[in-house]
């Protein structure tokens, strides 16, 4: 059974940090591309950023480069969002999602998400 379990998140003050976590099973990690997403109060899910399956190319929307921070520990089937200068903006639950296979297929796996770990920034 595919699990994704998401976790790391919280309170922090505009301009803090966090580091999200995201602990993978059922499935072989190292085969996917992984992504964060997120999705604010009354909006849709919005794509954050994307890292390849061995983790060595990345890719982030706009507004969280230099921000954010994707990797990923393939042995641990582990994947990580690192978040610094967090503001009111950010205020979200955020979702690791499952996304190609390195090799660029879609499978039934794709777009499956976890439980989500909800980040308040806020003052």
């Known amino acids: 059974e595919v699990q994704l379990v998401e976790s790391g998140g919280g309170l922090v003050e505009p301009g803090g940090s966090l580091r999200l976590s995201c602990a993978a099973s059922?499935?072989?990690?190292?085969?996917?591309?992984m992504k964060w997403v997120r999705q604010s109060p009354g909006k849709g899910p919005m794509w954050l950023s994307t890292i390849t399956a061995n983790g060595g190319q990345t890719s982030y929307v706009q507004f969280v480069k230099g921000r954010f921070t994707i990797s990923r520990d393939n042995a641990k089937n582990m994947l990580y969002l690192q978040m610094n200068s967090l503001n009111t903006d950010d205020t979200a639950v955020y979702y690791c999602?499952?996304?190609?296979?390195?090799?660029?297929?879609?499978?039934?796996?794709?777009?499956?998400r976890g439980q989500g770990t909800q980040v308040t920034v806020s003052s």
């Open positions: 999602e499952i996304g190609n296979t390195r090799t660029g297929h879609a499978t039934a796996y794709r777009g499956r």
């Open positions: 059922g499935f072989t990690f190292d085969n996917f591309e």
